[in-house]
C-alpha cells in the first residue's frame, strides 16, 4: 500500500519550466517502477514518462522526449518530472503511478496506464503563450 502526492503544478509561459514532483508514503518506495501521465479536459489520459525501480532507466513519449526529464530520489521517497520548454499542448493534469515490482525486473518501466497499482490525485499544469 503506498500513497502518492504530487505538488508543484501552476502556470507557467511558453517556453517556461516547471518541476512537478510526487511524494510517495505507507510503504517502502525502492520497489515501485515509477511513471507521469497527464489528460486533459475531454482527453484520454495519456503516457508522458516513466523510470525504473533503480533509476537506471528511463522512457519518455515522443511529444515531450528532449524536453522533460524523469528522475527519482529513493531515500526521500520521490519522483520528479522536470519539465522545460513548455508548451500549451503540456497543459493537462499530471498524474503519478506506481507500479509494483520484483527487485529482479531492474530495467523495467511501462507506458501502459493498466501495469500501474496506485496512482496519485493529479496536479495541474497550465501553459499559456
Known amino acids: 500500500q503506498v500513497q502518492l502526492v504530487e505538488s508543484g503544478g501552476g502556470l507557467a509561459q511558453t517556453g517556461g519550466s516547471l518541476r512537478i514532483s510526487c511524494a510517495a508514503s505507507g510503504r517502502t518506495f525502492s520497489l515501485y517502477a515509477m511513471g507521469w501521465f497527464r489528460q486533459a479536459p475531454g482527453k484520454e489520459r495519456e503516457f508522458v514518462s516513466a523510470?525504473?525501480?533503480?533509476?537506471?532507466?528511463?522512457s519518455y513519449a515522443d511529444s515531450v522526449k528532449g524536453r522533460f526529464t524523469i528522475s527519482r530520489d529513493n531515500a526521500k521517497n520521490t519522483v520528479y518530472l522536470q519539465m522545460n520548454s513548455l508548451k500549451p499542448e503540456d497543459t493537462a493534469v499530471y498524474y503519478c503511478?506506481?507500479?509494483?515490482?520484483?527487485?529482479?525486473?531492474?530495467?523495467?518501466?511501462?507506458?501502459?496506464?493498466?501495469?500501474?497499482?496506485?496512482w496519485g490525485q493529479g496536479t495541474q499544469v497550465t501553459v499559456s503563450s
Open positions: 523510470i525504473s525501480w533503480t533509476g537506471g532507466t528511463f
Open positions: 503511478a506506481a507500479d509494483r515490482v520484483n527487485s529482479g525486473q531492474y530495467r523495467y518501466t511501462s507506458s501502459l496506464s493498466d501495469a500501474y497499482d496506485y
